[in-house]
């Protein structure tokens, strides 16, 4: 079988959760079939290069809009792809017009990542092309029954949806260095609570800043994005001492995942489809606070079992829950041992990309 996965970008050089994740998929898949990716590259200019042994194209761009790439070629690629089963990872409007222009003669798997949220005026247009190529789709892939159940996309096109979840290699996170724990437990206090990804709009980082002034322990917020400048002079306007150590590497990451007592999670929106860096930190053993987004949050952070689940946009609730969690050690390591076992048997990608590649054994003309 040759499989085609087709989205906006790639791990690497983007890093991302989406983007990690169809890098994990093709890295397991290529066991059981052909794999190769399509993507818009970051500049003008096509090209095709192999990483991990995976043929990647990555078609010219024009530039991007709305965060979505103009890439007028990407079209005669799908076109051209003598691939069995492409699979679309939505939303990419690139992909989905270049999808219905090709025509291709592939079976279609759509992955179903989220719901067009922040540019929901755009669906007037956007809608019907969208509505279009599910319909032409042999199976729609969501990753989480909460998030099928409340998406009003997904309503129309129940009865070719499968459910799969996302996955990690959990062994990449099962065990950081000693030193390397005491050192940030030096830097930053012991316990801490942790944020760490991209600062986005719908991550609710606001709120974690102004819940910093009731956590009951240093917070730090790792990564970068557009929100970085606002949340640290909102912290300095609040007098409240939070440490923003940027981007991490991975075995930064390990080592703050195992190291910090709480992982705080407050996003806001649904654009929040799912939680990467939930099942991440389920993975070191660290429980997990929350918010209740009707989308794979609470599928992936059980409330009361891996952590807490809060209403979104609460700080005081999301305080309060976080200092639940760093005056009972006890409860903390309860819930950090099941959460690690829980992400290990459920969500280890190795199961995860077979599942997937199973239902595109269904549907593939071979």
């Known amino acids: 079988m040759k499989i085609l996965h087709v989205y906006k970008d790639y791990d690497p050089p983007v890093r991302g959760g989406i983007e990690g994740h169809v890098a994990r998929l093709c890295r397991y898949q290529q066991q059981w079939a052909s794999v190769e990716v399509l993507v818009s590259s970051q500049s003008r200019h096509t090209r095709k290069r192999i990483h991990e042994g995976i043929p990647i194209t990555d078609v010219g761009t024009m530039g991007r809009f709305l965060q979505t790439p103009l890439s007028p070629a990407l079209p005669w690629h799908l076109y051209r792809s003598d691939a069995d089963v492409i699979v679309l990872h939505l939303p990419n409007p690139t992909a989905e017009i270049g999808w219905l222009l090709a025509r291709s003669r592939a079976a279609l798997v759509v992955r179903y990542h989220s719901d067009v949220v922040r540019q929901a005026s755009a669906m007037k247009v956007y809608g019907p092309i969208q509505h279009r190529l599910l319909q032409k789709a042999a199976l729609i892939l969501p990753t989480s029954t909460p998030y099928l159940e409340t998406s009003p996309v997904l309503a129309r096109h129940k009865e070719r949806c499968r459910v799969v979840p996302l996955g990690i290699e959990t062994e990449a996170f099962a065990a950081a260095a000693p030193e390397d724990v005491a050192e940030l437990h030096a830097r930053y206090g012991s316990p801490f609570v942790l ?151 459920d969500f280890h990608i190795a199961k995860i990309a077979e599942q997937e590649w199973q239902c595109y054994r269904e549907v593939a003309p071979c």
């Open 195 to 345: 944020f760490s990804g991209k600062h986005r709009y719908y991550k609710g980082l606001s709120v974690l800043v102004d819940a910093a002034t009731s956590i009951g322990a240093p917070v730090v917020i790792a990564g970068d994005g557009p929100e970085r400048a606002a949340l640290m002079a909102q912290a300095q306007a609040k007098g409240v001492t939070i440490h923003f150590p940027g981007p991490l590497s991975h075995e930064e990451l390990v080592a703050h995942l195992h190291g910090a007592a709480v992982f705080a999670f407050p996003s806001v929106a649904r654009s929040e489809a799912f939680g990467i860096s939930i099942m991440e930190a389920h993975a070191c053993g660290c429980p997990v606070v929350a918010t209740r987004l009707g989308t794979g949050v609470e599928f992936i952070n059980e409330d009361g079992k891996t952590g807490f689940n809060v209403p979104p946009g609460d700080g005081q609730a999301l305080a309060d829950a976080i200092n639940t969690l760093l005056d009972d050690e006890g409860l903390r390591q309860r819930m950090g041992d099941y959460a690690r076992q829980r992400v290990k048997t």
